[in-house]
């Protein structure tokens, strides 16, 4: 396993941080809120391809392995980005997966930016679909209801959106009788749980990038307050949990990369790890916020400080599937089946 950067993937960070630095701007990502979704950053990004560059060639896409997916989830998570981009290419990659004639027509609005298209993260009940990640947005949803994975129209239904600390467009929505199905039974599950891996793991990279600016922030302020005479950096109490975090974020970065890799080469542990993944890189995102804006001491909890956005999206983004228990229990649960 090389985790090291080509040469073609260097440009796509380069790219879409330059594309993101300027367009998702901490000043666009607060005039996006509380709805979390800037249409003019959306257009900018599926200009460039966001979502085509999900799918291979033969769908017409651009072949990005999962893992050029996870680097530009880190740049939308240092930046914050107010657009749905992992679950569109989540939900993308789906469709290709699927093979059905009406996914298929589906998927080519998808990637010339006609259609928003998202999946549903949780299975339906009676008939509800709760907490879709860019629901209250999107036209379509792909969801799984009963044993079948199904389209949902958004259009003429009310999208129950729900406020959440993360700045996200979630909603609530309904399976109506129109839902379209595209897979069903063991394809239905295999499909379904291969797009909910794959979330994981690209969010564990976005989580990743959270993380990571908000240390950043933190380090410039240690350096910049001072108290008695030096930088309160020079610290221990500061300094030393600052350290703590910069260890766990490398390695929170080290194991979601990991993660996408495996899901790429076809590893049997892809599933585990995409969960591991997930789970530490919450855990990691969550403890760097919490001391970053601590370190910004009372400074940290007014909404005029741009460290309280990375600390609340470092909870909210996560919950939305759930929490790190949760993330765990999945990972045991695929490495008793796969064995040791």
Same mark, same amino acid.
């Given at each position: 396993?090389?985790?090291?950067?080509?040469?073609?993937?260097?440009?796509?960070?380069?790219?879409?941080?330059?594309?993101?630095?300027?367009?998702?701007?901490?000043?666009?990502?607060?005039?996006?809120?509380?709805?979390?979704?800037?249409?003019?950053?959306?257009?900018?990004?599926?200009?460039?391809?966001?979502?085509?560059?999900?799918?291979?060639?033969?769908?017409?896409?651009?072949?990005?392995?999962?893992?050029?997916?996870?680097?530009?989830?880190?740049?939308?998570?240092?930046?914050?980005?107010?657009?749905?981009?992992?679950?569109?290419?989540?939900?993308?990659?789906?469709?290709?997966?699927?093979?059905?004639?009406?996914?298929?027509?589906?998927?080519?609005?998808?990637?010339?930016?006609?259609?928003?298209?998202?999946?549903?993260?949780?299975?339906?009940?009676?008939?509800?679909?709760?907490?879709?990640?860019?629901?209250?947005?999107?036209?379509?949803?792909?969801?799984?209801?009963?044993?079948?994975?199904?389209?949902?129209?958004?259009?003429?239904?009310?999208?129950?959106?729900?406020?959440?600390?993360?700045?996200?467009?979630?909603?609530?929505? =309904? +399976? #109506? !009788?129109?839902?379209?199905?595209?897979?069903?039974?063991? %394809?239905?599950?295999?499909?379904? *749980? $291969? &797009?909910? /891996?794959?979330?994981?793991?690209?969010?564990?990279?976005?989580?990743?990038?959270?993380?990571?600016?908000?240390?950043?922030?933190?380090?410039?302020?240690?350096?910049?307050?001072?108290?008695?005479?030096?930088?309160?950096?020079?610290?221990?109490?500061?300094?030393?949990?600052?350290?703590?975090?910069?260890?766990?974020?490398?390695?929170?970065?080290?194991?979601?990369?990991?993660?996408?890799?495996?899901? =790429? +080469? #076809? !590893?049997?542990?892809?599933?585990?790890?995409?969960?591991? %993944?997930?789970?530490?890189?919450? *855990? $990691? &995102?969550? /403890?760097?916020?919490?001391?970053?804006?601590?370190?910004?001491?009372?400074?940290?909890?007014?909404?005029?400080?741009?460290?309280?956005?990375?600390?609340?999206?470092?909870?909210?983004?996560?919950?939305?599937?759930?929490?790190?228990?949760?993330?765990?229990?999945?990972?045991?649960?695929?490495?008793?089946?796969?064995?040791?």
């Amino acid at each position: 396993m090389d985790l090291a950067l080509s040469s073609e993937q260097e440009q796509l960070v380069d790219s879409f941080g330059g594309l993101l630095a300027k367009a998702s701007s901490i000043e666009r990502v607060r005039a996006a809120e509380p709805m979390g979704f800037d249409a003019d950053l959306w257009a900018k990004l599926i200009e460039v391809g966001v979502t085509a560059m999900a799918v291979d060639e033969d769908h017409g896409g651009w072949a990005a392995t999962l893992l050029d997916l996870a680097l530009v989830a880190e740049l939308a998570g240092r930046n914050l980005a107010p657009a749905p981009i992992i679950e569109s290419q989540v939900a993308a990659r789906l469709l290709a997966a699927s093979g059905a004639p009406a996914a298929q027509d589906l998927l080519a609005g998808c990637l010339d930016g006609s259609l928003l298209v998202t999946v549903a993260l949780h299975p339906s009940i009676e008939g509800r679909l709760p907490l879709v990640p860019g629901g209250a947005v999107a036209d379509h949803v792909i969801a799984r209801h009963e044993d079948r994975l199904v389209v949902v129209a958004t259009a003429g239904q009310e999208r129950r959106h729900v406020d959440n600390l993360g700045g996200q467009p979630l909603a609530d929505l =309904d +399976v #109506g !009788d129109d839902a379209v199905e595209i897979a069903f039974g063991d %394809a239905a599950a295999g499909c379904y *749980e $291969t &797009a909910v /891996d794959e979330w994981l793991a690209l969010t564990a990279a976005a989580l990743v990038g959270i993380g990571s600016t908000a240390q950043d922030l933190a380090t410039a302020y240690a350096v910049e307050r001072r108290a008695w005479g030096v930088p309160i950096g020079t610290f221990q109490a500061v300094s030393h949990p600052l350290a703590d975090s910069a260890t766990a974020l490398d390695g929170a970065r080290l194991i979601a990369r990991k993660a996408a890799w495996a899901a =790429d +080469v #076809g !590893d049997a542990r892809g599933p585990e790890l995409a969960a591991m %993944a997930f789970g530490f890189a919450a *855990e $990691t &995102a969550r /403890d760097a916020t919490y001391r970053s804006l601590h370190v910004h001491g009372g400074y940290g909890f007014m909404l005029e400080q741009d460290v309280q956005l990375y600390y609340r999206r470092a909870r909210g983004w996560a919950r939305v599937w759930g929490d790190t228990r949760r993330a765990y229990r999945r990972a045991a649960a695929h490495r008793y089946e796969i064995g040791s």
